[in-house]
């Protein structure tokens, strides 16, 4: 773990100018963000916005076609392996293997992370303690539900003790009792002085989680928010101006539509051009009602 002073001191994550295409299809048209230590972040956006994308190439699973990246200090295209060793990764709707037990599992996970069996222990001790599901530890993960993967999942990507992790859609096909369990180990984690980097395309987790949330929109960042700093103006609305969404095609917005929207690619955005607080990032900072200046810089 990081100690608690690092947080807010560096990034943790920077990129600038990420482009990813797959074939004529644009995913990243020039990601830049920046998070630092110690934030737990949300990449918030429409379905097919480029989150997954920007996860994979920030956690060295694909390399983008231009620009650059660094996490915890190290290039993911250069050295991809060496991000993979720093981090926690937990992709979207990813399972523990349908042959082993949760604690096969995680002896399997611990020497891969060069981890000594007596850590290994402890930790999954401590995990399945804090997620509640010590009695399942030795039922086949097949036999476990949903949930209960996914918790063996995030105990897998905090294994080995990272001082950064990625989460793709961390509380999709939960109930709302182990969301809330979640929510609250990734919350403890980041109080740790540790970098949470999420992405979701579901707004009320993003405006309930998040220190600062990123709205992206197909493959830009076009602002950031602070959800605690927002005031009256609620994130869906702050959403749904960003994506350009034809909200005259939803119902009712009020009753948190917002998931899956459309986006109009020349409609109601602003993107690029509000002030850029930092002059840095090269991208629009949104208003911050919150502590200070959102200038991506610190907490
Ligand atoms: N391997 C691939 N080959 C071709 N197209 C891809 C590939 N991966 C992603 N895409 C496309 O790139 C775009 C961005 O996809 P990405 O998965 O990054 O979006 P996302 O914001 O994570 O979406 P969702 O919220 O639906 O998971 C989409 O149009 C998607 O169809």
Redesign the pocket.
Known sequence: MAPAGDAGDVNAITTEGLRKS??D?T?LAGLTLDVPAGELFGLL??????????I?ILTGQLRPDAGTASVLGVDPVDDPVGVRERVGVLP?QESPPSFMTPREYFDFVGSVRDLDAETVDARVETWADRLGYGAKLDTMNTDLSRGQQQKVMITAAFLHDPDLVFI??PLANLDPIVQETVKRVLRDYRDDGNTVFL?T?DIDVAADLCDRVGI?RE?ELVTTRRPAGLGEERLLDVFLREVGADTDALDDASGGAGAGVETGADEGSDAGEGSDADGATGHTEGTDAGPGPDTGAGR
């Open positions: 797959y074939g299809l995913a956006g429409p379905n097919g916005a480029g989150k997954s994308t920007t994979r979207e793709d859609e992405s395309h992206v493959g």
